[in-house]
C-alpha cells in the first residue's frame, strides 16, 4: 500500500494520541477539547483531521447517542503510523 502523507496536524494528532494512550495505560480520556487547547487550533479543523484519520482506519471516534464526538481510540494500524512518525521526528 501506498504511503499516505500526513500533515503536520495529523502528525501532531496522531503523537498526542499516543501520548495520552501510552499516559491511561490504553484508554485516551482525554477530551476534544483538551486536545483543541493542546495543539492549539480551532475546534472545526481538529474534527476534520480525525474524521480523515478515522476514514483511514488510524482512529475511531466513539460517540455520544447525540452524535458527538466522545472519545478516541487508536487502531493498531494508527499505533504502527503514530509509531512512524515517532522515528521520523527524532
Given amino acids: 500500500m501506498a504511503?499516505?502523507?500526513l500533515s503536520q496536524l495529523h502528525k501532531r494528532i496522531l503523537q498526542w494520541l499516543v501520548a495520552d494512550h501510552q499516559r491511561t495505560k490504553g484508554f485516551i480520556l482525554s477530551s476534544h477539547e483538551e486536545l483543541v487547547k493542546a495543539l492549539q487550533r480551532d475546534k472545526g479543523t481538529i474534527s476534520r483531521s480525525l474524521r480523515l484519520l478515522e476514514a483511514r482506519g488510524w482512529?475511531?471516534?466513539?460517540r455520544s447517542p447525540g452524535g458527538h464526538a466522545h472519545h478516541l481510540t487508536l487502531t493498531p494500524e494508527g499505533q504502527k503510523r503514530a509509531a512512524e512518525v515517532a522515528k521520523s521526528w527524532h
Fill in 59 to 62: 482512529i475511531v471516534i466513539g
Fill in 3 to 5: 504511503t499516505q502523507r
